[in-house]
């Protein structure tokens, strides 16, 4: 059966698979003809781009932690509900900026009809209120607030405490209410939470796999890194195994703050202010998941830096039909060339006189009788003067000069 120690395991398969395709390829661009080309203002705007989302993430990381109401009015978790009253009432004396125009209600005001939902929503204060509340009334939110966060706890609760203030988790109105039979919602209590959670961390990794899609199409294929699609996968690979180990960690993590302190849980995350990672579990998710997604980025710019450069077979026979054409032009002009000067008698006159000197350089270094039998050594195993002997013949052709 899986289990998160299971998909960290083959989590930590998959580094040492990427890191021996890394060092297999990082040497493939010395023997390629894309190795001693500079950057391009593609190759610049690519590796700018991944940098600068790999900051963001790392400062999104440090500067925007998720909003937590214990944190911020300085109260453990555990604290009872007067303890967490005086807190808030602390907090909001020296914060007056967060109370609601009118001033704070009295208890019969706040739970009056419509009253307390536009006290709820019309100020900070009302919003930290409200949490007390829940926190006050059913003391298994908590526990949710803590592994969910207060983005998905306050967009999946049901604002009304639920059917006649029942002592239990209400998931989104229109679950079943107390008495009636059972249905998903209910069986699956926190199926809400999972849900808005979850698209929440897919809002987190989507830029990482735009940026990754976009780079790695074929128009920024440059001189430098014209196997930069090739990439594509890796990247899309290493973002898929972060996004599903974090779902699956999410899924199976109890929502409980016990079970997941008493180490029933072997999720591996960082902590932001060394608060326990396991109690404060949605925070510390969320600080992970963002430094995590920035060192990809990263390891990613260096995989693309380092292999990119790299030909593939059909690039090079592309390069090798194009070096062709412009040879056979070359051969062609050297031909018209030839004919040009032959038929002009002062230019003849001048290139026998060429032809006359570079037979006497040939001849009297020939005349040296260890450079003449290396020079036969050498033509003979090259077959160079079987190849001239060959072509002579179609040489004195097309100068109609089979007679000489």
């Given amino acids: 059966m899986l289990s998160a120690g299971l998909i ?108 307390s939902a536009e006290y709820y929503e019309g100020s900070e204060y009302g919003r930290l209120d409200f949490l007390v509340d829940r926190f006050c009334e059913f003391d298994e939110d908590r526990s949710v607030y803590l592994k969910f966060g ?26 079943a209410k107390a008495g009636e039979g059972s249905n998903f919602m209910t069986e699956f209590r926190d199926t809400a939470y999972l849900l808005y959670a979850a698209s929440d ?33 890796w990247g899309v690979i290493t973002l898929s195994t972060l996004f599903f ?11 409980s703050t016990t079970l997941r302190t008493a180490g029933s849980s072997s999720v591996w995350i960082l902590s932001p202010d060394r608060t326990d990672p396991m109690f404060f579990y949605a925070d510390s998710a969320a600080y992970t998941r963002k430094v995590f997604l920035g060192l990809s980025l990263i ?12 030909q593939t077979d059909i690039q090079l026979l592309k390069i090798c039909i194009e070096e062709q054409g412009k040879t056979l032009v070359a051969a062609k002009n050297h031909t018209i060339l030839e004919t040009s000067v032959l038929l002009s008698a002062r230019l003849r006159e001048k290139l026998v006189a060429v032809w006359k000197k570079e037979q006497h350089a040939r001849e009297g270094a020939l005349a040296d ?31 109609k000069a089979e007679s000489l």
């Fill in 201 to 233: 961390q897919f809002l987190t990794y989507l830029p990482a796999f735009v940026l990754v899609g976009l780079l790695t199409t074929p128009l920024l294929a440059t001189n430098f890194a014209p196997s930069r699609p090739s990439a594509r996968p």
């Fill in 245 to 255: 180990a974090d779902l699956y960690w999410l899924c199976t993590t109890p929502t």
């Fill in 8 to 115: 960290e395991f083959l989590f930590y398969l998959l580094v040492p698979v990427i890191f021996v395709k890394f060092y297999r390829n990082r040497n493939a661009k010395d023997g390629s003809l894309a190795h001693s080309r500079a950057l391009s203002r593609g190759d610049y705007l690519a590796y700018l781009s991944l940098a600068g989302l790999a900051a963001l993430y790392m400062l999104s990381a440090t500067y925007r932690q998720p909003p937590n109401i214990f944190k911020l009015i300085g109260a453990a978790p555990q604290y009872p509900c007067h303890l967490l009253r005086q807190r808030l009432s602390d907090y909001a004396s020296s914060n007056s900026h967060i109370l609601p125009p009118g001033g704070i209600p009295d208890p019969m005001t706040k739970f009056r009809g419509t009253t």
């Fill in 299 to 310: 390891v990613f710019l260096a995989m693309d830096y380092m292999t990119s450069s790299k």
């Fill in 369 to 399: 009788q260890t450079f003449a039998a290396k020079y036969d050594e050498v033509a003979s195993s090259t077959k160079s003067k079987q190849w001239a002997e060959h072509m002579l013949p179609a040489a004195l052709s097309s100068f």
């Fill in 150 to 175: 207060e983005v998905a706890f306050l967009n999946s609760i049901a604002s009304d405490f639920g059917p006649d203030k029942m002592s239990a988790r209400v998931a989104m109105p229109g679950g």
